[in-house]
C-alpha cells in the first residue's frame, strides 16, 4: 500500500517547525507497523481555513489523480480541513480516485465510515476552529487597548524590545523616515520623495526585513502609508485590518468604532506638530485631487515598453509612461503621446471598426451584453447575500444536530429543505441571465454618436475599448473590448 502523508502547522515559528518533525516522526512508525510504503510527505505552514493558501496541499490533490498512492494519511480532520464544504468536495474527489483516506486523532477511515460521518467530524474541525479564532481576536483586541504593540513584525524604523513593545530602531530606517517628512515639508510629491530613496538605494521596508521575494523598489503607495501612519508619533492604531466573518467566511472591513487608538505608547520618531502638519497637506491635496475629472484614456492606456500605466500630464496635455513619471527615465525607455495625436488615432481607428461591423449588429450586440453583465452583477449581488445565508443556515442545522438538539429525522428534513432553497436560487440566478433585455433603440442612438464623435467619452471608451498600449506616435495597439 502507497501511502501519502499531510502535515501542517499554523505559522512558520521554531516550536511549530518542531512539531510538524514531530508528526513526520510518529507517520513513519506508523506506516512502517502497517507494512505500508510511504510515497511521500506534504507539508504546509500556513494559518488559515482556505486551501488556496496551501502549496502542500494543492500539490497533493494534483498528485492524487496521477495514481501516485492508494492512501493519504493525517493527523487529524482539522489538519486536513476546515472548512465543511470544502473538505467535503476534497473528500468525494478521492473517492471517486479510489483513494482511501485516514486519520489518526479522529480515528476516522473512509473504509469504514460513510460521508455522513465525515460531515459531522467537519463541522466539528469548522466550529473548534472558530472557537480558537475568536479567542486570538480577542487577545489581540485586549492588548491594543492596553496599549499593547500585536505585530509580530516592527513597523519600519521601529524594533522589538519584547513581545508587545517598540522602540525606535537603531539604523538607518530611522533617518529614513525623518527624510521622508522633511521632503514632503519641502514640497516634494510622493513620487520625487520615491525616486530619491530609490537613488540613494535606501532600503525599502522589505529590504529592511529581510524578505526573500520583497520590493527593491520605493513606491508612491509607501511613502504615503509611512507619511499617514501615527505610530512615529508615538501612537498606536490597531483593529483596522481586514478580518472575516466567522459564521459565513466572509471578508469585511472593520468598522471605524471598531479601531482601536492608544496615545503615548512608545517613543516616536516624528515631532507632533510636523506629523500634523503633513496630515493637513495630504487631506489638502487629496480633495483637490478628487475634484479632477478622469482624462479620455484613464484607465486604458499603457507604456508598451514596460507595461505600466500611462499618466496624463496637464502642462504638456500629453501621457507619460508611469514608471518614467514615478522612477526617471533610466528604469524604462518610456512611452510617450500628445493626447491630441492620441485622440486623433483612436477615433479613425474606433470609427473605421464601428462603421465595418455596424451592419451586422455586433456593436449594439457588445453594447447590450456589457450593460447586461451590469445588470447581472446587481442581482447576483443581493442573489449571492442570500446563498450566503443559506450556506450559514447549513452549517447551524449541522451544528444543531451535533449539540444533539436535533434528532437525525428532523436534521435530514430542514438540510434538505435547506439545499432545495440553495438550488432554486442557483436556478434563479441562471434564469436571470436568460430574462435580461435592453432598449436596442437607445444602443442604436449610442452606436450613431460615436460615428459623429459626439459621445466619445471615457464612459462609453471604457465599454468599447479593453486596452490601449502606447510605443510611440506610430505604433498604437488598440485592443477592444468584445470579440467579432
Not at 502507497?2 to 521554531?14: D, I, P, Q
Request: with cysteine.
Amino acid at each position: 500500500m502507497r501511502c501519502a502523508v499531510y502535515a501542517r502547522v499554523s505559522t512558520e515559528m521554531e516550536t511549530q517547525k518542531t512539531s510538524i518533525a514531530h508528526q513526520i516522526k510518529f507517520f513513519e512508525k506508523y506506516i512502517q507497523e502497517k507494512g505500508w510504503h510511504l510515497y511521500r510527505v506534504y507539508e504546509d505552514m500556513e494559518s488559515g481555513r482556505r486551501i488556496d493558501n496551501r502549496d502542500g496541499m494543492k500539490q497533493l490533490l494534483e498528485d492524487s489523480t496521477k495514481g501516485k498512492f492508494d492512501v493519504i494519511l493525517t493527523k487529524s480532520i482539522s489538519r486536513f480541513a476546515r472548512n465543511t464544504l470544502e473538505g467535503l468536495k476534497i473528500i468525494r474527489d478521492l473517492k471517486a480516485l479510489n483513494l482511501r483516506f485516514v486519520t489518526i486523532e479522529d480515528g476516522f477511515d473512509s473504509e469504514a465510515y460513510d460521508e455522513f460521518m465525515f460531515t459531522l467530524l467537519l463541522s466539528i474541525a469548522q466550529k473548534e476552529s472558530e472557537k480558537i479564532s475568536e479567542r486570538i481576536r480577542f487577545g489581540k483586541h485586549c492588548r491594543a487597548k492596553n496599549g499593547h504593540y500585536n505585530g509580530s513584525v516592527p513597523p519600519y524604523g521601529y524594533k522589538k524590545i519584547d513581545k508587545y513593545r517598540i522602540v525606535p530602531a537603531e539604523d538607518i530606517s530611522v533617518d529614513v523616515v525623518q527624510r521622508i517628512f522633511q521632503l514632503y515639508l519641502e514640497g516634494h510629491g510622493l513620487y520625487k520623495i520615491a525616486k530619491e530613496l530609490n537613488d540613494k538605494a535606501y532600503p525599502t521596508p522589505s529590504q529592511w526585513m529581510n524578505k526573500s521575494n520583497g520590493s527593491s523598489i520605493w513606491h508612491q503607495s509607501t511613502i504615503r502609508k509611512i507619511l499617514s501612519n501615527q505610530i512615529y508619533v508615538g501612537n498606536l492604531v490597531q483593529n483596522k485590518s481586514a478580518t472575516g466573518d466567522l459564521l459565513t467566511g466572509e471578508r469585511k472591513r472593520n468598522k471605524e468604532e471598531d479601531i482601536i487608538q492608544v496615545v503615548d505608547t512608545h517613543e516616536g520618531i516624528i515631532p507632533q506638530e510636523i506629523f500634523e502638519e503633513v496630515q493637513h497637506r495630504l487631506a489638502t491635496k487629496s480633495k483637490k485631487k478628487s475634484k479632477a475629472s478622469a482624462h479620455l484614456f484613464s484607465g486604458l492606456i499603457f507604456c508598451g515598453y514596460c507595461g505600466k500605466s500611462m499618466h496624463y500630464k496637464k502642462a504638456k496635455d500629453a501621457y507619460l509612461c508611469g514608471t518614467v513619471n514615478k522612477m526617471g527615465k533610466d528604469r524604462c525607455t518610456g512611452a510617450y503621446i500628445h493626447e491630441k495625436t492620441l485622440l486623433e488615432a483612436i477615433t479613425q481607428d474606433l470609427k473605421g471598426y464601428i462603421k465595418e461591423h455596424i451592419s451586422k449588429g455586433v456593436v449594439l450586440l457588445a453594447l447590450q451584453n456589457e450593460i447586461n453583465h451590469e445588470l447581472r452583477a446587481q442581482g447576483n449581488e443581493r442573489d449571492h447575500k442570500l446563498l450566503r445565508k443559506l450556506e450559514t443556515k447549513r452549517g447551524r442545522i449541522a451544528e444543531l444536530f451535533i449539540e444533539e438538539k436535533l434528532d437525525e429525522e428532523l436534521y435530514r428534513r430542514k438540510m434538505l429543505e435547506t439545499e432545495n432553497q440553495i438550488a432554486l436560487l442557483h436556478e434563479k440566478m441562471r434564469d436571470l441571465e436568460e430574462r435580461i433585455s435592453l432598449n436596442n433603440e437607445t444602443l442604436v442612438s449610442q452606436a450613431l454618436e460615436i460615428l459623429d464623435l459626439k459621445a466619445l467619452d471615457h464612459m462609453i471608451l471604457q465599454k468599447l475599448i479593453e486596452k490601449i498600449v502606447v510605443f510611440g506616435k506610430d505604433k498604437i495597439e488598440i485592443y477592444y473590448g468584445f470579440a467579432l
